[in-house]
């Protein structure tokens, strides 16, 4: 059987970035990935923050556009604009593909075409089967370490610590067109990252977005629940000729179509059962009212890495509980609040214009809730809560 010290399932952000840190501290690091090309099947919007190249040492080159303005549009048709620094877009082929061969260069081995069954305890290690979809037949490895970062698939059995009863409810059934224009859109296009909030005819709730690329525009949406493939499809051709009649009025175009998962609910409240650990999407590091996922992925990652590392450093004897401890620190307050913040929009839809506009008018309060950690001085925390309690005076208004 295969030995390794540190076994990582999935090369997403997640998993990628794990590896890549891990390897580069010395640790020896082996990566599942079911696809054969990483990042190749990957269907995302993939919008960065500002500062994600540089946070985690990613050339500039997978830019395609620097989108200074997020615009976030409600029910009454409204369009409210935001400055949000810098932030970026590029694709998953790229921004997976150059973490994999950055993780490569730094000795890790991607065995690709590899589908990840499941574990057992081997004493103070973890035996993990997968199939080889190459060449046929089932394989083990052993490991000292292992961090599932599977995506919105993650599976685990019944009677696992890392089961959660909610996952399911949090899926949310997503379809998105590459539009090919045959001839560029308006500027401002290029510069902007646009959010959708609406209501399906039968009263569905609809998260949109358009989403600049260099060579095409990511035009998609999600709608909670299981959604069949015919009916996203209709609904995306119901909202494109929105944004064609704004973007590129006239304009010819050719469309590729993708789907996928997208996980919206709250994070997995068990992430490590004390051996094995759980990053990205797979422990349910989304923020459910935009979806945005990478940088939380990335960073979870991240913080596993530090966690193997510190063990074979001798610094931590259960690095399971070390990496559980660290990022419920970074990312569970928001995130938590996030979803309840959602769950509380979509109950009256109106509530998005409200939310929209009380951002635009507290610039302050639309910086303070995109921290990372809940580390807010007193008298922040007073600004928040009073915030917070005029914005629910008005949300609750009839
Ligand atoms: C339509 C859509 C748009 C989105 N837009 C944005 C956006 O603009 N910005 C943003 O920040 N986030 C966005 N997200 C969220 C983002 O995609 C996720 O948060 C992010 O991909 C999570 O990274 P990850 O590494 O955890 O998982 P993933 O990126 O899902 O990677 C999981 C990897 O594991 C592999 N895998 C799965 N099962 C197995 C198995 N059994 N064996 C071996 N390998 C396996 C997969 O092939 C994949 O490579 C979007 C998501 C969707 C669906």
Redesign the pocket.
């Known amino acids: 059987m295969q030995e390794v010290e540190f076994l990582v399932?999935?090369?997403?952000?997640?998993?990628?970035t794990a590896a890549r840190e891990a390897a580069r501290s010395g640790v020896d690091t082996m990566v599942?990935?079911?696809?054969p090309v990483?990042?190749a099947?990957?269907?995302?919007?993939?919008?960065?923050?500002p500062g994600f190249c540089e946070n985690f040492d990613l050339p500039r080159s997978i830019v395609h556009c620097d989108t200074p303005t997020l615009t976030m549009h409600g029910l009454s048709g409204k369009r409210y604009e935001f400055d949000v620094g810098t932030a970026h877009t590029t694709t998953?082929e790229e921004l997976?593909g150059t973490i994999a061969s950055l993780a490569r260069a730094e000795g890790v081995h991607i065995a690709t075409s590899?589908?990840?069954?499941g574990y057992v305890r081997d004493g103070d290690a973890t035996i993990v089967e997968?199939a080889d979809l190459k060449n046929g037949g089932r394989k083990k490895v052993r490991a000292q370490h292992v961090l599932l970062?599977?995506?919105?698939?993650?599976r685990f059995d019944a009677g696992s610590p890392l089961e959660y009863d909610a996952w399911q409810a949090g899926l949310i059934t997503?379809y998105?067109y590459r539009v090919y224009l045959d001839t560029p859109a308006i500027d401002a296009t290029y510069k902007t990252l646009e959010m959708h909030y609406y209501l399906t005819e039968t009263g569905r709730n609809v998260i949109a977005?358009m989403?600049p690329k260099r060579d095409h525009l990511s035009i998609?949406l999600?709608v909670a629940g299981k959604c069949s493939g015919k009916e996203l499809r209709a609904e995306l051709d119901a909202f494109l000729p929105s944004v064609a009649s704004r973007l590129f009025p006239g304009v010819g175009y050719t469309i590729r179509e993708e789907g996928?998962?997208?996980y919206g609910g709250a994070p997995r409240p068990c992430i490590s059962d004390g051996s094995v650990m759980v990053?990205?999407?797979?422990a349910g590091?989304?923020d459910a009212t935009t979806?945005?996922?990478?940088?939380?992925?990335a960073t979870?990652?991240r913080v596993a890495a530090e966690a193997v590392v510190a063990a074979k450093r001798g610094r931590t004897t259960s690095p399971a509980q070390k990496y559980e401890r660290d990022l419920k620190g970074i990312f569970y307050g928001r995130l938590r609040h996030r979803h309840k913040l959602m769950a509380f929009l979509e109950r009256r839809p109106v509530r998005f214009d409200v939310l929209f506009e009380h951002l635009a008018r507290t610039p302050r309060f639309a910086d303070m809730l995109q921290r990372d950690r809940n580390d807010y001085s007193v008298g922040e925390w007073a600004y928040l809560y009073a915030q917070a309690a005029l914005f629910s005076i008005r949300a609750f208004r009839p």
């Open positions: 399932v999935g090369c997403g952000p997640a998993g990628g599942l990935e079911r696809d990483v990042g099947k990957r269907v995302c919007a993939a919008g960065l923050r998953r997976d590899t589908l990840y069954r997968y970062a599977q995506g919105s698939s993650a997503c998105q977005w989403f998609g999600g996928n998962l997208l990053a990205g999407t797979a590091l989304v979806g945005e996922g990478i940088h939380e992925a979870s990652g």
